[in-house]
T-cell receptor, first 111, second 113 residues
Framework: EAQVTQNPRYLITVTGKKLTVTCSQN?????MSWYRQDPGLGLRQIYY???????DKGDVPEGYKVSRKEKRNFPLILESPSPNQTSLYFC??????????FGSGTRLTVV | GDSVTQMEGPVTLSEEAFLTINCTYT??????LFWYVQYPGEGLQLLLK?????DKGSNKGFEATYRKETTSFHLEKGSVQVSDSAVYFC????????????FGKGTKLTVNP
């Protein structure tokens, strides 16, 4: 079964404390991306990766970093979180057979 | 750039009512079109898709037809149920479906018994 696993599901943190949201897939697909969902704005792409060691900015990359050292993992890193990064985050994986598969989401609150 | 506009909600219907959620898009070439559904507290699930003009996607009683002449992909269901209460997102991806998804802002649907 195609799976995209995100952790944690919920996270409350303080401004400036570095955090990482993990994403892993069991489908061996190349394309992975991160989205944030905000009320009234829908989902917006933060970063994406076409393959190992290949990453690029999406529409709202400011304040985020990613890495793709291996095919199955695509962590989202917030070096110094701020309250405007409070959001619901989704990892998505694309495969030609499955189309897009989304993780269950991570609800982040930065106080 | 590519964009998706969908009708603003929230939409509140009684059970067995007819549902239409409008979606129009702006894109170059021939995008693939999608409807995703997000049930309360859950992630996004693909509801249906269409990859070329005049294609009709359908699933769980929902339908949408890819209309290139009107750049639209309206979601319809003939008789909604309480269990259809969710947020619905219209989205597109580039030709071939391998590029990023561009989402509309979402429409919240509430169905009352």
């Amino acid at each position: 079964e195609a799976q995209v696993t995100q952790n944690p599901r919920y996270l409350i943190t303080v401004t400036g404390k570095k955090l990482t949201v993990t994403c892993s897939q069991n489908m061996n697909h190349e394309y992975m991306s991160w989205y944030r969902q905000d009320p009234g704005l829908g989902l917006r792409q933060i970063y994406y990766s076409m393959n190992v060691e290949v990453t690029d900015k999406g529409d709202v990359p400011e304040g985020y970093k990613v890495s793709r050292k291996e095919k199955r993992n695509f962590p989202l890193i917030l070096e110094s979180p701020s309250p405007n990064q409070t959001s619901l985050y989704f990892c998505a994986v694309f495969g030609s057979s499955y189309g897009y598969t989304f993780g269950s989401g991570t609800r982040l609150t930065v106080v | 750039g590519d964009s998706v506009t969908q009708m603003e909600g929230p939409v509140t219907l009684s059970e067995e009512a007819f549902l239409t959620i409008n979606c129009t898009y702006t894109a170059t070439g021939y995008p693939s079109l999608f409807w995703y559904v997000q049930y309360p507290g859950e992630g996004l699930q693909l509801l249906l898709k269409a990859t070329k003009a005049d294609d009709k996607g359908s699933n769980k009683g929902f339908e949408a037809t890819y209309r290139k002449e009107t750049t639209s992909f309206h979601l319809e269901k003939g008789s909604v149920q309480v269990s259809d209460s969710a947020v619905y997102f219209c989205a597109l991806s580039g030709q071939g479906g391998s590029e990023k998804l561009v989402f509309g802002k979402g429409t919240k649907l509430t169905v009352n018994p």
